[in-house]
């Protein structure tokens, strides 16, 4: 399909798209407003179309030959384009890497703590970046950064990955670990959570009551009363 029907119809507009009067070419190939095909004709006579049905006549294909223009509501048009553009910058994830420092000897507790920002980060879709600071005799021993990083990365490995591996950085060691799921997921999940249906109150007053309990037969030697 050649590149100025599919403009004409829906596609992109430059910004400094053309309108009206502003439109150099002597002759243009007119699309209607629902996309239909008008045909070639000169941009005076495809101005006047566009004054009797009240909209504008704006060059969407300019390196066409001849250039393809389309009658529309321009004002209309940018607003729309605006308020999409909005959208979907709103929608957009923005990438967030949080960052944990943990010394080589660290203890239990402070490990578990570390651990505990390590998942909640990876929960809510950030990456997240640990760093193993060494000082005096620690940096002539990198292994233990290495099996600590390892180790971190063992126990957070349901939430998350090693998307950098464990590299030197002056005197710091650093590993990069990355969520399974992106913040786009985490709000899908939260809206479908937020909008499962609730029972009210209605609906349990029209439930059917329980049904009766049956009665149990009378046990051996229990007295069973016979006809009147």
């Known amino acids: 399909m050649d590149r100025w029907w599919r403009k004409a119809h829906g596609g992109h507009i430059s910004v400094e798209a053309r309108v009206n009067e502003r439109i150099r070419a002597p002759e243009v190939r007119l699309v209607g407003p629902k996309g239909e095909q008008i045909g070639i004709m000169s941009v005076a006579e495809a101005l006047k179309l566009a004054a009797e049905a009240d909209l504008d006549l704006v060059e969407v294909a300019p390196t066409a030959r001849p250039p393809v223009c389309r009658l529309m509501d321009y004002g ?15 929608n957009q994830t923005q990438t967030v890497v949080k960052e944990i420092k943990l ?21 809510a879709g950030d990456k997240v970046k640990v760093t ?4 005096g005799r620690e940096q002539s021993r990198p292994e233990l950064g290495y099996r600590l990083l390892q180790r971190l990365a063992e126990d957070v490995g349901e939430l998350g990955f090693v998307e950098s591996q464990p590299k030197q950085d002056g005197r710091n060691m650093i590993m990069v670990i990355g969520p ?32 009766p309990a049956e009665s149990e037969p009378a046990s051996d030697g229990a007295a069973v009363p016979g006809p009147a």
């Open 76 to 90: 209309k048009f940018k607003y729309e384009s605006a308020v999409k553009a909005r959208e979907s910058r709103k």
């Open 103 to 123: 010394r080589p000897k660290i203890d239990p507790h402070d490990y578990g703590t570390k651990k505990g920002h390590v998942e909640r980060f990876l929960k």
């Open 132 to 135: 193993i600071m060494f000082r």
């Open 180 to 211: 399974h799921k992106k913040k786009s997921e985490n709000r899908a999940h939260a809206g479908q959570a937020n909008n499962r249906p609730v029972p009210t109150q209605r609906a349990a007053d029209a439930a059917p009551p329980p049904a």
